[in-house]
């Protein structure tokens, strides 16, 4: 489902006999434990997928609030609000780089937000979340018990490349970051998956947590009795 390069176009996924995207991150014993739906959700090439829910629960501390009031700034990499029974529309599709998630939140006032970040495999084979104003955070990818994990492993931004093709990071202390993010995919029954992420800061702890329930667009529709 994702690319190997920022240079590597989607159709690229296609080559024989290698690897991409998260069955090469993983391995094929932990790929073949994900459940089937988590598979097709994660798989090679993408397709362009809207998911359709709620989150149950949208969470901040006061700190959390206020770095994410400030973010907007910055381009929202994550929502500034608090809730409960959201509903929310995730749009999944392929791009050049890497794979964007949209997740877009239909607050009761009609107040829209939007969050966006690109998943990429970077040249090491490391997989790496693009989030707004060029903040960039490495991934640590595993199954665990048929669940999907994916957790945060430091902080960089992204200046682009020298003249030579190396590239110009600048990476976050701890501190200065937002802490570890972590999350979840769960697989539940009737096309439907569990999305739960938490941040935990390392000296302020939780700064967010939200979890919700989601399933593709088509299936919701099909779902609806006709008049």
């Known amino acids: 489902m994702y690319t190997a390069s920022r240079t590597m176009p989607v159709s690229a996924t296609l080559a024989p006999r290698r690897h991409h995207g998260l069955r090469g991150i993983l391995g094929d014993r932990a790929w073949e434990r994900l459940p089937e739906a988590v598979r097709a959700r994660f798989g090679e090439p993408a397709v362009a997928t809207d998911y359709v829910g709620e989150f149950e629960v949208v969470r901040a501390s006061r700190l959390g609030r206020c770095l994410a009031l400030f973010c907007v700034l910055l381009g929202t990499p994550v929502v500034p609000r608090t809730g409960v029974h959201v509903p929310a529309v995730v749009h999944v599709g392929p791009r050049a780089e890497g794979v964007a998630w949209t997740r877009e939140y239909k607050w009761p006032d009609g107040t829209p937000c939007v969050v966006r970040s690109t998943k990429v495999i970077g040249p090491n084979g490391t997989l790496i979340e693009r989030l707004p104003a060029r903040l960039c955070m ?13 957790v945060s492993r430091g902080y960089y931004v992204d200046f682009g490349t020298r003249r030579d093709g190396s590239a110009i990071e600048l990476p976050l202390p701890q501190w200065l970051s937002p802490g570890t993010t972590h999350v979840e995919h769960r697989d539940e029954s009737g096309g439907w998956f569990r999305f739960t992420m938490t941040v935990t800061h390392p000296l302020f702890g939780e700064l967010y947590y939200q979890t919700g329930r989601f399933r593709s667009a088509a299936s919701a529709a099909g779902a609806i009795p006709s008049g």
Do not use: I, K, S
């Open 138 to 150: 490495p991934l640590r990818v595993y199954e665990d018990a048929g669940v999907l994990h994916f």
